[in-house]
């Protein structure tokens, strides 16, 4: 039975060695430890030094115990500065739509009230449905006009991020017979510089219409509509020939804003080469197709001036046009 002197001994030299404060509480003062020892060998003292040992056990149990809480790295509980803090009162910042998915909704409503349906396509494209299939082959000086992201995949096939929603048409024509309706919304890509008016990543809305009577005068009608639709009043548009392999004829769409034309779209009836690699060969069947730039449309709607702005990733602006009703 261990005496409090040779405790106490043991103990001083425990702290000169400095023995971790949770093995000196479990040595010392745990169930089966010395003090717990010490307290059961109360019953072998005589009755007159009883009182004087219960003290002086209770003296060295203290000492280890304010040992122990000088000692311990854990925050004591006491000390613990306990603010209340009323959860209903915390505030985050709600996030909202961006302004371009608020437009490509809104394009939908206003395509789908005249019949046109949405589809998709893939961003990471093959060189066949970008290129070759929209009759832009290899040699083509077209090509050149969309800058290309090319991606390397492992099984040594060249790939590419879409320069534009064209590619859209051929896969939907592969897949679905005339008439054909239908939007396609998406990001491109492409490797130019930009400016207030070009970035790199963006938007367009690609539109198809293929049966037996689309002609340019539909064409005109639809994007007469559109635009009124989607502006709410009347747009002064022009419709610029312009060259497209996929389309023949073609046309730039321009919108006047302000006091100069912004270049909206490309548009043009389908060509003839595009129709066949889509598997339409019905000389009866034509149509056109269209794509139009997202963030130029937000760029009038929203009276941006830079287009960079759009994804700047700055929250104040992104809330402020999300809250913006088209
Ligand atoms: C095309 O991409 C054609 N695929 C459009 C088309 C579709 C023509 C179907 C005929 C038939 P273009 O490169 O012009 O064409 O781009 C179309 C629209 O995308 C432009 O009118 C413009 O509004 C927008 N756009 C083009 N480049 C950028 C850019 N760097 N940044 C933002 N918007 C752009």
């Given at each position: 039975?261990?005496?409090?002197?040779?405790?106490?001994?043991?103990?001083?030299?425990?702290?000169?060695?400095?023995?971790?404060?949770?093995?000196?509480?479990?040595?010392?003062?745990?169930?089966?430890?010395?003090?717990?020892?010490?307290?059961?060998?109360?019953?072998?003292?005589?009755?007159?030094?009883?009182?004087?040992?219960?003290?002086?056990?209770?003296?060295?149990?203290?000492?280890?115990?304010?040992?122990?809480?000088?000692?311990?790295?854990?925050?004591?509980?006491?000390?613990?500065?306990?603010?209340?803090?009323?959860?209903?009162?915390?505030?985050?910042?709600?996030?909202?739509?961006?302004p371009i998915s608020w437009l490509i909704f809104?394009?939908?409503?206003?395509?789908?009230?005249?019949?046109?349906?949405?589809?998709?396509?893939?961003?990471?494209?093959?060189?066949?449905?970008?290129?070759?299939?929209?009759?832009?082959?290899?040699?083509?000086?077209?090509?050149?006009?969309?800058?290309?992201?090319?991606?390397?995949?492992?099984?040594?096939?060249?790939?590419?991020?879409?320069?534009?929603?064209?590619?859209?048409?051929?896969?939907?024509?592969?897949?679905?017979?005339?008439?054909?309706?239908?939007?396609?919304?998406?990001?491109?890509?492409?490797?130019?510089?930009?400016?207030?008016?070009?970035?790199?990543?963006?938007?367009?809305?690609?539109?198809?219409?293929?049966?037996?009577?689309?002609?340019?005068?539909?064409?005109?009608?639809?994007?007469?509509?559109?635009?009124?639709?989607?502006?709410?009043?009347?747009?002064?548009?022009?419709?610029?020939?312009?060259?497209?392999?996929?389309?023949?004829?073609?046309?730039?769409?321009?919108?006047?804003?302000?006091?100069?034309?912004?270049?909206?779209?490309?548009?043009?009836?389908?060509?003839?080469?595009?129709?066949?690699?889509?598997?339409?060969?019905?000389?009866?069947?034509?149509?056109?197709?269209?794509?139009?730039?997202?963030?130029?449309?937000?760029?009038?709607?929203?009276?941006?001036?830079?287009?960079?702005?759009?994804?700047?990733?700055?929250?104040?602006?992104?809330?402020?046009?999300?809250?913006?009703q088209l």
């Amino acid at each position: 039975m261990a005496s409090i002197e040779s405790v106490q001994i043991e103990y001083q030299k425990d702290i000169k060695n400095n023995l971790e404060i949770n093995e000196i509480e479990h040595k010392y003062l745990s169930r089966k430890g010395y003090i717990a020892e010490l307290f059961k060998g109360v019953k072998d003292i005589l009755p007159e030094a009883k009182a004087e040992y219960g003290q002086k056990v209770n003296e060295l149990k203290q000492s280890i115990e304010s040992y122990i809480t000088e000692h311990n790295s854990a925050p004591k509980i006491e000390s613990i500065d306990i603010h209340p803090v009323n959860i209903t009162d915390i505030k985050s910042e709600l996030g909202s739509i961006s302004p371009i998915s608020w437009l490509i909704f809104r394009i939908q409503d206003i395509f789908a009230e005249i019949g046109f349906s949405v589809a998709t396509g893939p961003e990471l494209e093959t060189e066949k449905y970008n290129f070759d299939a929209l009759n832009i082959p290899k040699s083509h000086p077209a090509r050149d006009v969309w800058d290309t992201i090319w991606v390397q995949n492992p099984a040594g096939i060249k790939s590419l991020l879409r320069t534009h929603t064209s590619p859209v048409q051929v896969h939907y024509m592969e897949s679905h017979k005339p008439p054909i309706r239908i939007i396609a919304p998406g990001k491109v890509y492409r490797y130019e510089a930009t400016d207030a008016t070009h970035e790199t990543v963006f938007h367009q809305v690609e539109g198809l219409m293929i049966d037996t009577s689309t002609s340019i005068a539909t064409f005109k009608a639809i994007i007469q509509y559109f635009f009124k639709e989607l502006f709410q009043q009347e747009i002064k548009i022009r419709l610029r020939p312009s060259y497209f392999p996929f389309t023949e004829p073609s046309f730039e769409i321009d919108i006047w804003i302000e006091d100069h034309w912004l270049e909206i779209a490309g548009a043009g009836m389908v060509s003839r080469v595009v129709l066949k690699n889509g598997g339409i060969t019905d000389p009866h069947i034509q149509g056109f197709a269209f794509g139009f730039g997202v963030e130029r449309l937000a760029m009038i709607l929203y009276g941006i001036d830079d287009i960079r702005l759009i994804h700047s990733a700055d929250i104040r602006f992104a809330s402020q046009l999300g809250k913006i009703q088209l």
